[in-house]
């Protein structure tokens, strides 16, 4: 006999394909690589017990207080550890069950069935600023040089490609619909009038309605929100165009959002956020919404690296996730950089969030984030 000690994150069902088990029981024995661990706040002594007994029984585990068994503790926090099949047995036991585990029940069964996970590689949305003042001064085109820089991103074949005309860095002022207008008029005519909005999905990076129904009237199939739908007219635009909608959170504007803002539950009242807008937007029958949780944006660095590592919480809205990170002061915050010496950090941050469960991630550097990619496609696809 020889032994291998195999890295963790093998594919499973690539190393079955040495082993050639049956279907049946490779479909089952999938379900059982992984632990998942969930974090439960504020569960009562009666949830927690009767969650204890349950995981116990099929074979789980649930970390609790010391003192929960005996009910000495009202409230508590709790961690679940589980892996998939296990996971599925517990739906169905929670199901049944009072004390609000019917919703840990619902939140565990969204997570486990949605279509956002397990993807080779992600959605990569190249960045083009047709302004002055964007923090990344690399980004920025003129309206002379503007095709030459599509090209050469449309070459490399990205999934999308999103231009803008405003800063949205903090403290930056909006320069007014007019102005906006002017700086991307012959740059969407152009897109329209060479046809290259067909060799890519366009996004506007825009909250102003005219602009965009502009660009939508251009071949552009994506309105890239980031105020988080303060203006339902973007949502009907969004209707009416069968265009697609990113969602991006943010706390107040760029000019008055904060750099160190507070909040309770981080997670939780981004989740929140995300609830209500999906409400808002369900009734506008939108043909793709893309969750974006808003790196930087009104948040400190310590917010931006937990969003990124707990992403996969926000999966269980079964909607693809994009991350953006290129390049911003989070990485200064960890080590100390310039925006045009960020490229280091970026990709790991990037190949991190993909990780995590990002759908698509927001680049200005496309060639790098491709060559990233493609070797953390190949290295998933060795065996042995």
Not at 161 to 181: H, N, Q, T
Not at 258 to 266: G, I
Not at 270 to 298: P, R, S, W
Not at 358 to 379: G, T
Request: proline share 2%.
């Amino acid at each position: 006999m020889i032994f291998y000690k195999l890295n963790e994150e093998s594919d499973f069902n690539l190393l079955c394909e040495f082993i050639k088990p049956h279907k049946m029981g490779q479909e089952i024995m999938s379900k059982k690589t992984k632990t998942h661990f969930i974090f439960i706040k504020d569960i009562s002594c009666s949830a927690a017990n009767i969650l204890k007994q349950d995981s116990l029984r099929v074979g789980a585990e649930l970390v609790t207080n010391k003192d929960i068994i005996s009910c000495c503790k009202e409230n508590t926090n709790a961690l679940l550890l589980a892996n998939e099949e296990q996971i599925l047995k517990l739906i169905q036991k929670e199901k049944k069950q009072d004390f609000k585990l019917k919703n840990l029940a619902l939140f565990l069964q969204s997570h486990f069935s949605n279509s956002n996970t397990n993807l080779k590689s992600p959605r990569l949305m190249a960045i083009i600023n047709i302004n002055e003042d964007s923090f990344n001064a690399d980004s920025r085109v003129s309206e002379k040089a503007f095709e030459k820089r599509l090209i050469s991103f449309l070459e490399l074949k990205p999934e999308f490609i999103d231009i803008g005309a405003v800063s949205s860095r903090p403290g930056s002022l909006y320069c007014g619909e007019k102005e906006e207008f002017k700086r991307l008029k012959n740059c969407l005519d152009l897109i329209y009038k060479k046809n290259y909005y067909k060799e890519s999905n366009f996004s506007l990076d825009s909250f102003n309605e005219y602009c965009l129904e502009y660009a939508l009237n251009k071949g552009f199939n994506l309105i890239n929100d980031i105020t988080g739908l303060k203006n339902e007219n973007l949502a009907k635009l969004a209707q009416n165009y069968k265009a697609s909608y990113c969602l991006m959170h943010m706390q107040n504007d760029p000019l008055t959002m904060q750099e160190n803002p507070y909040y309770n539950d981080l997670i939780s009242e981004i989740n929140d956020f995300f609830g209500e807008k999906l409400e808002i937007l369900a009734k506008y029958k939108i043909k793709e919404v893309i969750l974006d949780v808003g790196i930087g944006f009104g948040k400190s660095p310590v917010h931006n690296m937990l969003l990124i590592k707990h992403l996969g919480h926000f999966l269980h809205f079964n909607k693809p996730l994009l991350i953006g990170a290129s390049r911003k002061s989070v990485i200064n915050a960890y080590f100390k950089s310039e925006v045009k010496e960020r490229l280091a950090g970026t990709l790991y941050l990037h190949l991190q969030a993909f990780k995590n469960g990002a759908n698509i991630i927001r680049v200005h550097d496309l060639y790098e984030h491709k060559q990233m990619f493609a070797l953390n496609l190949a290295m998933g696809e060795l065996i042995l």
